[in-house]
């Protein structure tokens, strides 16, 4: 009886012991989640590191954890523990490979982004490395002539995103912080919030004199980076949602500001498409200031942040964001956007792209249509292993970056460099040309219709023809496309064009379009082929029938009663010196006067197709905007005959 006793206080002790210590374990998880969430990664550290059962999910936090300390080799052996469990997702596996990158472990990275794809052949990350696993190599060869200099204004905390400030400044991000006796601190780091700071460009692209940038934007939490117009009047900088002057949200905004009088700074003021369940940041600005790009993790994008485009209108309000798309955008994160007006290029930073690890800079070149290009890695040593952002340079080949590569004094340095080497020669940029005629006149067709679809028929973009007949469509090098070409009054084009056929850049494809009506050519003799029948004139602006007109209608009176079975076409048109609806009424008005007149003399309505088209279909080149001779405009101001059906 003590036996059984004994042995069951000890099954009680023990019963109570593990239960102590499963909700132990519980409250740590709870607490080290809290930390998680809350961004205070040292602390979730602490916490998910004394739980001694680690599931999958506390490795994955804990790798994240470490990942955004900058800590990658303690984030790579937590990764690979959570794959040994094998309970791990296609997004655990991509984060994996990425910690190898920057851990510069390309071979085993590269193997693990294989696994990747098998898991998730759909994402397009994915499908860029399948296209090229080995590409790192490439990147791997640095440009001899080109060297970075970690700035000595660098400190032990975060310095980034320097952007250029009227004549020879630079202004940046720094969370150097202050000597306040009150210094806030962010959780993501402990170190203090950012502001904005402003230095003085010296010899050899050293900043020198850093002073704060001005206390009406730097207020107590985040409130850089920034960007400015050539002029440095205005200003968007990206700022914590305030409220009431305390910290709303950890979500970011865009704020504008405006130099009052060269001597002050206005309050900022978020932008209107701001939203508290997103983040607005990293802006980029044209150097007028109407051109804006930044990067946002707003609803309908590819994947975490993407980089939007947005034009200031007249009225001085931005458009609402548009996502630059599938090319420039990834499952992954775009940030920090760089637009080189001048040169027409766009650079930002990537992570979801083939890199060497982290964030990469690439560039795109931005075309006259506001379409980009494929973007090009910048490679060594403008990218590394680690996170590499905030690219901006002038037309003298210097500028800066920031990184918080191996090497540096702290946290995010900001390096400059010179010599940069040459990249276009890198981005592939085609077009497709050509030029509308008509098969029998060759001539320039105006207002044709050109339409470029994909593979699938999705139509890409449509494009009118002028007076000159010609088409150009920048396009995708090595696509594969089709063309539409319509006109009214012609047979339809189609054509299918790979440009992998192309040795060029430019490719050239014209069309020469037929009439309907241009199949019945007057071959036959001694019937209704071999009829040519001229047009009737009218004066300006007018639709009545003049004298001389109405005699050549009753020749076409008598020809038609000649010929029982014939069906007459009735086309009028105008010059182009109205309204286009003006113009189309005149029009119709014309041809319902020529139609009367042949009714009321004995002609069927039904053997007649009456058509109108306004100022469309010039017999020469005065259109809108050309001047031309009163007898030019005369030869467009005309109601033509088309025998329908000579072959009958």
Same mark, same amino acid.
């Given at each position: 009886m003590k036996i059984h006793t004994k042995h069951g206080l000890l099954l009680i002790l023990m019963s109570l012991f593990l239960s102590f210590s499963m909700q132990g374990q519980s409250l740590r998880l709870k607490k080290a989640n809290k930390y998680f969430n809350e961004f205070s990664y040292d602390k979730a550290i602490k916490a998910y590191e004394s739980i001694e059962d680690k599931t999958p999910s506390v490795y994955r936090n804990l790798a994240k954890s470490y990942l955004m300390l900058d800590k990658t080799d303690k984030a790579e052996q937590y990764y690979a523990d959570l794959m040994a469990t094998g309970q791990y997702t296609p997004a655990d596996v991509y984060d994996y490979a990425s910690v190898l990158l920057m851990n510069k472990k390309y071979d085993e990275a590269a193997n693990w982004m294989e696994k990747f794809y098998k898991l998730n052949p759909n994402d397009k990350r994915a499908q860029a490395f399948m296209a090229d696993p080995l590409y790192y190599r490439e990147l791997l060869k640095s440009d001899p002539k080109m060297a970075l200099n970690n700035l000595d204004i660098n400190t032990e905390y975060e310095d980034f995103s320097p952007v250029y400030y009227k004549d020879n400044q630079v202004v940046f991000a720094s969370s150097r912080g202050n000597n306040r006796l009150i210094n806030r601190k962010w959780n993501g780091n402990q170190q203090p919030f950012l502001d904005l700071y402003v230095a003085d460009i010296s010899g050899n692209n050293e900043l020198t004199n850093?002073?704060?940038?001005?206390?009406?934007?730097?207020?107590?939490?985040? !409130?850089?980076?920034?960007?400015?117009?050539?002029?440095? +009047?205005?200003? *968007?900088?990206?700022?914590? *949602?305030?409220?009431?002057?305390?910290?709303?949200?950890?979500?970011?905004?865009?704020?504008?500001?405006?130099?009052?009088?060269?001597?002050?700074?206005? +309050?900022?003021?978020?932008?209107? %498409?701001?939203?508290?369940? %997103?983040?607005?940041?990293? #802006?980029? &600005?044209?150097? $007028?200031?109407?051109?804006?790009?930044? #990067?946002?993790?707003?609803?309908?994008?590819?994947?975490?942040?993407?980089?939007?485009?947005?034009?200031?209108?007249? +009225?001085?309000?931005?458009?609402?964001?548009?996502?630059?798309?599938?090319?420039?955008?990834?499952? =992954?994160?775009?940030?920090?956007?760089?637009?080189?007006?001048?040169? @027409?290029?766009?650079?930002?930073?990537?992570?979801?792209?083939?890199?060497?690890? @982290?964030? !990469?800079?690439?560039?795109?070149?931005?075309?006259? !249509?506001?379409?980009?290009t494929k973007p090009v890695n910048l490679g060594s040593p403008i990218n590394s292993n680690k996170d590499d952002f905030s690219f901006v340079y002038n037309d003298k080949g210097s500028g800066y970056i920031s990184s918080n590569r191996m090497g540096g004094k702290g946290d995010d340095d900001i390096y400059s460099f010179n010599n940069m080497p040459a990249f276009s020669?890198?981005?592939?940029?085609?077009?497709?040309?050509?030029?509308?005629?008509?098969?029998?006149?060759?001539?320039?067709?105006?207002?044709?219709?050109?339409? &470029?679809?994909?593979?699938? $028929?999705?139509? &890409?973009?449509?494009?009118?023809?002028?007076? !000159?007949?010609?088409? $150009?469509?920048?396009?995708?090098? =090595?696509?594969?496309?089709?063309?539409?070409?319509?006109?009214?009054?012609?047979?339809?084009?189609?054509?299918?064009?790979?440009?992998?056929? %192309?040795d060029t850049p430019k490719i050239v494809k014209d069309y020469a379009l037929l009439r309907p009506e241009s199949e019945y050519t007057m071959q036959s003799k001694g019937n209704m082929c071999d009829i040519h029948i001229k047009p009737i004139y009218y004066d300006l602006d007018k639709f009545y029938i003049r004298y001389q007109d109405k005699v050549d209608l009753d020749k076409i009176i008598a020809l038609m009663n000649q010929y029982p079975k014939m069906r007459l076409g009735v086309y009028s048109y105008t010059d182009a010196r109205a309204s286009k609806p003006y113009n189309v009424r005149l029009s119709k008005n014309r041809t319902m006067s020529v139609v009367k007149y042949l009714t009321d003399h004995g002609i069927s309505k039904d053997r007649l197709d009456p058509r109108w088209f306004g100022e469309i279909y010039p017999v020469n080149g005065c259109v809108d905007g050309v001047k031309c001779s009163e007898a030019?405009?005369?030869?467009?101001?005309?109601?033509? %005959?088309?025998?329908?059906?000579?072959?009958?």
């Open positions: 850093v002073q704060k940038f001005n206390n009406v934007v730097n207020k107590k939490y985040h !409130d850089a980076p920034a960007a400015f117009n050539a002029q440095g +009047d205005y200003m *968007i900088v990206t700022r914590n *949602i305030y409220g009431d002057n305390k910290l709303e949200d950890n979500k970011l905004w865009l704020y504008e500001s405006h130099l009052i009088d060269n001597n002050y700074w206005s +309050d900022p003021v978020p932008l209107y %498409f701001n939203d508290k369940h %997103f983040s607005n940041g990293h #802006a980029s &600005l044209s150097p $007028d200031g109407k051109v804006m790009y930044f #990067a946002s993790d707003r609803p309908g994008g590819f994947g975490g942040t993407d980089i939007y485009r947005s034009v200031k209108g007249e +009225d001085g309000r931005w458009s609402m964001p548009e996502n630059l798309g599938d090319k420039i955008n990834t499952e =992954g994160n775009e940030m920090f956007p760089y637009y080189d007006a001048k040169g @027409g290029y766009l650079f930002y930073s990537s992570n979801g792209l083939p890199g060497l690890g @982290g964030l !990469d800079i690439f560039v795109s070149k931005v075309r006259r !249509d506001g379409s980009l020669n890198k981005i592939e940029d085609c077009s497709l040309s050509g030029t509308v005629t008509d098969k029998i006149t060759h001539q320039p067709i105006l207002m044709a219709k050109v339409i &470029l679809l994909d593979k699938e $028929d999705n139509k &890409l973009k449509e494009y009118e023809t002028k007076s !000159d007949g010609k088409y $150009d469509f920048p396009i995708d090098c =090595g696509g594969t496309y089709k063309m539409l070409v319509m006109r009214e009054g012609y047979g339809d084009a189609r054509a299918e064009i790979n440009t992998k056929d %192309f030019e405009h005369q030869q467009n101001r005309r109601t033509e %005959f088309k025998i329908l059906n000579c072959r009958q």
